[in-house]
């Protein structure tokens, strides 16, 4: 396909120094209804200390990406193809025995819901301990030390006490940092965060974005934040990934993709949230339809059904053709329109809605 | 007490209208059973504590508040769907706080309500249709042209295809669901929607697609709501008068311009700096961080509630409850319930935080 | 934990007081003659005045309540038959002895039976449903779960006899099941009791094995599953210590009601294979309309269901932090 080499081309520069790099990372299961192609022709790197966000609505297949990254996937109804590399080593064709290694030692992940995530019939200080035990081969005591320490680290008041609480003593603000204890004690070089803030409150949500930046300060980690939310984007990421159907559709800088957003998605989210500053007299203007079914996803551009700008490029190329990820006005986005068709609805319609 | 400052509403709403709704001291503790051989009441989690505000016809009044707060609760209490522990609810001046079910049926059918998640409150074995007419088969309404024309025209009103009335829930979106139960509220022609978290189960996407539907029902056929919600830019963009709720309690109500520009207590203050914004050029909001969690509602502490997060806190938080007041400074219909309130004024503000600007109270 | 025992305790005390009440008044309250269906065949007029007498038939029906609900607890006085020590269920004229003895020398055999048969259902019932949500979708889940469908819908009547048949009779690889008691001869007990612990397991694990299976299943999707995966936990690890530890609290109830059940005697299949248990007494009983009998086993049996509910409650408690008794 020349979509496929295309991306490639304006990828390859950048491909040797990073830390994680995804390379046309594809990810297919079988269902009942069919094969969902969950994840397609995904690249992307990110380097050491760097946070990378990955923002998409349901389905959009950013959490189905990052699972295979950490080999959590169900091998039954899964295939993934692609590579995946960390740090110089391959994780796609690692055995099973050599992600247990890696998992929670060198990457580690945190989920949407503490609660769930949490064994409720385990104490929190045990569950922080149990990899730091396994991984680095400390005793029991070791390892409730390390947990005490964590546990004070991510800033839960009385740690030596709390270490023998169960998950369901603690609260939902306290989960996610236990949660996060749990996620950091091995001290990883990567930290998958699958919408990490989503359940939580505005006030309790601006404290884990603080702790992990200042955790991600500390020690270096690299993160991939997968969310919804831009406002949250915009207080964490580095870099931004928009996802759609499965698809990259635009990823540049935080600043760039937030900004100066070069595609009708992006263009569409940033104008369907209200902002907390804008004028409350114009009204939101909401993306039309639904995301599309991923077993039978639409031909040519995914998002063509919703697309309001279909009409401004020529011909069917939106319904026939996929436009491939390129770079358009300074960052990568896929879409037909031409650079300069983006740049000026960019400047004369969507800033100016934004703004108002 | 603070009831009596709301009994002359000072109506700072843009839409002030007739009084539609009138909630005084409105109050639901949840028994705690306990105690040994024999169990018996030992507590209460006070869910809701005294809440008083007005809605007015045809306005949005905004809820806001961390899990926890009460607000899902108060919705729930003023629809009856739980009975009040005290305080009265009166709905175009008759009370209806412990009416009996035939008193409050022809009320109920103008109070309506939508709920959060768009996947359980529809019946999976019923059709679209079956739904939506089951309000007016309840109340044994008959509308001109028959019910399932009605339906038909409320399935369009709604935006979604009349002809998909023999359809089941489970062959819609999420969107489309919340749509269905936009319907199904508005089957009764209610004056009143108290509309819990409508949105925040929805894609991003979507989210502005409901929250349009509202606003244009809201506009077009003049209905009332409680929007009830935690994220303040969507509740700012659909309400004319905001109320935050803070463990049980209101701890301030005002239209939404000055509730957002110059909030005056210090909770509402901190949760509009917590919120995130997406746009990476605005550095105007300070961030304030609150420390620790909402402490539990079992036992709330004593005083101002927010006293034990609050950066302004003194001895006077904890022994004197600050009444919910027009205090100085504020425009009419502007209550807070603070000893210490913030400036309120935009540029003094990030001295405030230091300082503890120790404005007049009326207390 | 203790206040939930003794609040339990008192709570069953007051069932159980209720329960032996209702039994007792619907038994002596009917229109029929309790002291001449206790009168053994050949019954003299002397007799039946004696057993009259012995009933306190001639006093009020609430005097006799009394004397049979305080005989429980202190005993009771059956005059020329001598002194009935508590726990007295009274006296069956039948047999020509104590009730609570006929329990008594009874019981053994239930308690065998109960015991090894639970452990047969457990083990067998478990371990399918592990293997079937193991190889979940392939054929040694379906094998389990045909089994499984197979074992609930047979009945013991039949199984019981089928099962001699073949492995006493034709391939003579076990003896005739009968009751040897354990003290006296283990191994003797275990072959005699083998077939009946086998059959009667049948009916009991299909329910096992589905509960099992489902319960692993749900517990491997969640979400904590995944990130103990996610900190490097091995499969085993992950399957052992996570998803078996919360499927474990609801198999313990289900166990718990079963054991309930078979403590309190297995009439169906003590009476195919001929184990003179609780369940053939209450069968005897039934019989011989010795009402005594019939009130006894039956009081005896609801007790022992009581008592293991309590039992699964507490031990529901233990195994999950989360509920909090009290």
């Given amino acids: ?253 935080m600043r760039e993709v937030l900004k100066t957003s070069q595609h009708p998605y992006g263009w569409g989210l940033l104008s369907s949230i209200p902002r907390i500053n804008s004028s409350v007299d114009v009204p939101l203007e909401p993306i039309p339809g639904t995301p599309p079914s991923l077993l039978n996803p639409p031909t040519g551009c995914a998002f063509n059904p919703r697309c309001a700008y279909r009409e401004l490029v020529d011909g069917d190329k939106c319904v026939t053709e996929r436009p491939p990820l390129e770079l358009a006005n300074g960052h990568l986005s896929a879409c037909h329109l031409t650079p300069a068709q983006k740049q000026s609805i960019l400047t004369e319609q969507i800033l100016p809605r934004l703004s108002s | 007490m603070s009831a009596k400052t709301l009994t002359e509403p000072a109506d700072a709403a843009p839409t002030s209208g007739e009084t539609l709704l009138e909630v005084n001291g409105l109050t639901k503790h949840f028994p705690v059973m306990g105690g040994f051989p024999f169990k018996r009441q030992v507590g209460a989690v006070q869910a809701v504590d005294g809440v008083t505000f007005d809605v007015h016809k045809g306005e949005s009044l905004g809820l806001v508040g961390e899990s926890g707060c009460g607000k899902s609760t108060t919705g729930r209490l003023l629809t009856r769907l739980l009975e009040p522990t005290g305080g009265t609810v009166k709905y175009l001046g008759q009370d209806i706080t412990h009416a009996s079910r035939k008193e409050i049926a022809p009320i109920r059918s103008e109070i309506q309500m939508i709920f959060q998640d768009p996947y359980s409150s529809l019946n999976p074995r019923h059709t679209v249709g079956t739904i939506i007419s089951g309000p007016m088969e309840i109340n ?224 | 934990m203790l206040r939930f025992l003794i609040r339990r305790a008192l709570g069953a005390a007051v069932i159980i007081v209720l329960l032996i009440a209702l039994t007792y008044f619907a038994f002596f309250s009917l229109p029929t003659d309790p002291a001449s269906l206790s009168c053994p065949k050949g019954c003299s007029p002397q007799l039946l005045a004696q057993i009259r007498e012995n009933m306190h038939l001639n006093q009020p029906i609430v005097v006799q309540f009394w004397h049979y609900f305080s005989g429980l607890f202190v005993g009771q006085d059956f005059g020329n038959l001598g002194h009935c020590a508590a726990p007295c269920f009274g006296y069956s004229y039948n047999s020509q002895q104590f009730v609570w003895d006929r329990i008594a020398a009874n019981y053994p055999a239930t308690f065998t039976l109960a015991v090894g048969g639970a452990a047969c259902f457990l083990s067998i019932g478990v371990g399918l449903g592990m293997i079937s949500a193991w190889k979940q979708g392939s054929f040694w889940d379906k094998a389990a779960s045909s089994i499984s469908l197979v074992g609930q819908s047979t009945q013991i009547y039949f199984l019981g006899p089928l099962a001699m048949a073949l492995f006493v009779v034709n391939l003579k690889w076990l003896v005739q099941p009968n009751y040897t008691p354990f003290t006296q001869d283990p191994w003797a007990c275990f072959q005699g009791m ?61 166990f718990g009601i079963d054991l309930g059940a078979v403590f309190s005697g297995a009439i169906i299949t003590e009476y195919t294979f001929g184990v003179h248990g609780l369940g053939y007494l209450a069968v005897q009983a039934v019989h011989q309309e010795d009402l005594y009998l019939e009130l006894g086993v039956l009081i005896f049996s609801s007790v022992s269901i009581l008592l293991f509910n309590i039992i699964v409650d507490a031990a529901y408690a233990l195994l999950d932090p989360r509920v909090r008794l009290g």
Avoid at chain 1, 122 to 146: D, L, S, V
């Fill in chain 1, 1 to 253: 396909m020349s979509t496929l080499t295309k991306s490639e081309a304006v990828d390859a520069p950048q491909a040797g120094n990073a830390f994680l790099s995804v390379r046309d990372l594809r990810v297919r299961f079988r269902t009942e209804d069919g094969i969902v192609n969950a994840v397609n022709n995904l690249t992307f790197d990110l380097e050491q200390g760097k946070t990378l966000g990955i923002v998409g609505e349901s389905g959009s297949g950013k959490s189905v990406s990052n699972l295979a990254v950490m080999g959590l996937h169900n091998p039954r109804n899964t295939t993934i193809e692609g590579t995946v590399t960390l740090d110089g080593q391959e994780l796609l064709t690692a055995s099973q025995r050599e992600l247990e290694k890696l998992r929670g030692n060198k990457m580690a992940m945190i989920f949407q819901d503490a609660l769930a995530a949490l064994s409720p019939y385990y104490t929190i200080g045990r569950q922080i301990a149990e990899p730091f035990m396994k991984h680095t081969g400390a005793n029991k005591k070791e390892g409730r030390e390390r947990a005490i320490e964590m546990l004070r680290r991510v800033g839960i008041p009385q740690p030596q006490t709390r270490v023998d609480d169960f998950p369901h003593q603690f609260s939902g603000g306290m989960r996610q940092r236990a949660m996060i204890a749990m996620a950091l004690v091995c001290d990883p070089q990567l930290l998958i965060a699958d919408e990490p803030t989503t359940a939580l409150d505005v006030t309790v949500q601006a404290q884990i974005v603080d702790l992990l930046k200042d955790l991600q300060q500390e020690s270096g980690t690299s993160i991939v934040f997968i969310t919804h939310d831009l406002g949250v984007i915009r207080e964490i990421a580095d870099d931004v990934l928009v996802m759609y159907a499965g698809r990259a559709v635009e990823r540049g800088t």
């Fill in chain 2, 140 to 363: 044994n309404i008959n509308p001109a042209g028959g019910r399932a024309n009605r339906v038909k025209e409320l399935l369009e009103i709604v935006g979604l295809n009349p002809e998909h009335f023999n359809r089941f829930p489970h062959e819609f979106s999420g969107g489309q669901r919340q749509r269905i139960g936009v319907a199904r509220a508005l089957a009764l022609n209610p004056k009143l929607i108290i509309a819990d978290e409508p949105v925040s189960a929805l894609d991003v996407s979507i989210q502005a697609q409901v929250v349009n539907l509202l606003q244009g029902l809201q506009r077009e056929l003049g209905i009332a709501f409680v929007f009830i919600a935690h994220d303040l830019s969507i509740v700012r963009h659909f309400s004319q008068r905001v109320a935050v709720m803070y463990l049980g309690k209101i701890v301030e109500i005002a239209d939404r311009d000055a509730l957002y520009t110059r909030p005056r207590h210090p909770y509402t203050h901190a949760l509009l700096s917590a919120a995130p914004d997406a746009d990476p050029d605005n550095n105007s909001i300070e961030r304030i961080r609150l420390t620790g969690d909402v402490p539990s509602p079992l036992n709330p502490p004593s005083g101002c509630r927010f006293r034990t997060r609050c950066w302004k806190a003194q001895e006077k938080c904890a022994t004197e409850e600050p009444p919910l007041l027009q205090i100085g400074g504020n425009d009419a219909g502007h209550l807070t319930a603070c000893h210490f309130p913030e400036d309120g004024d935009a540029a003094a503000k990030r001295a405030a935080a230091a300082v503890p600007a120790a404005r007049t109270t009326e207390d």
């Fill in chain 3, 194 to 254: 083998i077939l009946p612990w086998l059959v009667m397991s049948v009916i009991f694990w299909s329910n096992y094995t589905r509960q099992v299976r489902s319960l692993m299943l749900e517990q491997l999707s969640e979400d904590h599953i995944r990130a103990a995966r996610a900190k490097g936990m091995s499969n085993s690890y992950v399957w052992w210590r996570y998803a078996l530890r919360g499927a474990m609290a609801p198999i313990v109830t289900i």
